[in-house]
């Protein structure tokens, strides 16, 4: 019952949210079509919280570290300043097809820079202050993630963590071993006094983090 009416919450909210257009639309369908889990793509909710949080952050840089086939990246560009670059990570080869497409069919191809490789490995080589960072890969390295974006980011600046409350599993007496890393990292975020941070229980939980 509880479920039934979440889904019917879920669906009123996007009903009378702003709709995706046409391109994200397009790439919602060849995401469902072509790739193994579409459901790892920010789709129409979420998708539209990262465009308003990036309008309202107006950033000249944005790290996006999960690109999967580029539905939150086309999201969160729509905030950049007009000489903006947005950088985004993706360790998978075979999505680059999908997500390069829709770059350039967007108008902001010249914009967005994606780089292919383990975002452990490229992030300490990226010399740039970022003004919003999206984490949205592997969950059992969001510790890692934190510790070497923070440094990255600028004061003011706005980290969101997505899936942190994993399903609900986070709640579980016996946590699977990513609730248990997620569990460690929410710990690891609030206790930080670098930062400043709220929880989103928004579809499966968003750690908004701001650098002080
Ligand atoms: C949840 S999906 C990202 C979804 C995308 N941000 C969106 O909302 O449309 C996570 C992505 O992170 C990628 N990934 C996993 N580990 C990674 C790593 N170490 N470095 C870079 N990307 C990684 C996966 O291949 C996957 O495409």
Known sequence: MLQDNYTRLYDYCVEHSTPMDALLFELDRETHLKTLAPRMSSG??????????????????????GTFTGYSTL????????????????????????????????????????????????????????DLIFLDAGKKDYPTYYELILPKLRKGGIILADNILWSGKILDEKMDKTSVILDQFNKQVVDDPRVENVILPLRDGINVIRKL
């Open 44 to 65: 129409p909710i979420q998708g539209r919280i990262l465009s308003v949080i990036s309008n309202l952050v107006n950033p000249k840089h944005i790290l996006e570290i």
């Open 75 to 130: 999201n969160l560009v729509r905030g950049l300043q007009s000489d903006g670059t947005l950088l985004t990570i993706e360790v998978n080869p075979e999505l680059q097809y999908i997500s390069k497409k829709y770059f350039e069919k967007s108008g902001f191809g010249n914009r967005i820079i994606q780089k292919i490789g383990d975002a452990k490995q490229i992030i300490p080589t990226l010399d740039y202050s970022f």
